[in-house]
């Protein structure tokens, strides 16, 4: 069917090397994470968490003044919010 067609098989030498190779060099580096109280959290939950509460706060904020009328439709633009929040907070906090 096809002449040309380089297969590549998993059970041939070369392929079998370089597998392995790739499965130890994708495990160098460990997860970032923040110890705190004896456990380690990784930085995503910890951005995540100060996302949404930045949401609140804003939501707060918003809910006395005519502003919040600008936020609609809300089940899209508070999921936006908090992304957008946990992403600046993962920029100032971990510029690595």
């Not at 002449?3 to 030498?13: F, R």
């Not at 995540?48 to 930045?54: F, H, K, V």
């Not at 009328?69 to 920029?91: D, F």
């Amino acid at each position: 069917m096809y002449k040309n067609a380089y297969i590549l098989t998993a059970g041939s030498p070369r392929n079998l090397l370089l597998i392995s190779a790739v499965s130890f060099i994708a495990g160098c580096t460990p997860a970032p994470s923040i110890v705190m109280f004896g456990a380690s959290f990784p930085d995503w939950l910890l951005c995540s968490a100060a996302g949404i509460l930045i949401t609140c706060l804003l939501h707060v904020l918003l809910s006395n003044n005519r502003a919040k009328l600008l936020l609609k439709p809300v089940a899209i633009v508070y999921p936006c919010i908090t992304a957008i929040s946990s992403m600046l907070v993962w920029l100032l906090l971990f510029p690595n």
